[in-house]
């Protein structure tokens, strides 16, 4: 059974920094995809930053530069750092896992489709003030 559980959020002024954890258990540790979504009220859950087991990631264009996602494998567990955070930032964040291998690609984890991730957290709140 894959268990994915968030950390890290809470409320921050605009240009400021936060690193989200996710610890993820129960998964294929040789093949995978770990992405972060986020979802803002009103607006559809939008990719934001993948890995997979090679360590290959991806970024949606809006964060690219702003945030960067690891992973420690001895500790399972993947990360999001964010820097200079924007209002528009403000989301709940989940962190997703793909055992099906939908979303792998030679250059990285596909971030398009949520349907892609069977595995969610239960998210964590980011809140940046302007």
């Known amino acids: 059974q894959v268990q994915l559980v968030e950390s890290g959020g809470g409320s921050v002024q605009s240009g400021g920094s936060l690193r989200l954890s996710c610890a993820a258990s129960g998964y294929d540790y040789s093949s995978y995809c770990l992405a972060w979504f986020r979802q803002a009220p009103g607006k559809e859950r939008e990719g934001v930053a993948a890995i997979d087991s090679d360590g290959v990631t991806n970024y949606a264009d809006s964060v690219k530069g702003r945030f960067t996602v690891s992973q420690d494998n001895a500790k399972n567990t993947v990360y999001l750092q964010m820097n200079s955070l924007k209002p528009e930032d403000t989301a709940m964040y989940y962190c997703?896992?793909?055992?099906?291998?939908?979303?792998?690609?030679?250059?990285?984890?596909?971030?398009?489709?949520?349907?892609?991730?069977?595995?969610w957290g239960q998210g964590t709140q980011v809140t940046v003030s302007s």
């Open positions: 997703a896992e793909d055992q099906t291998g939908s979303s792998y690609t030679s250059r990285g984890c596909l971030l398009q489709d949520a349907d892609d991730y069977g595995y």
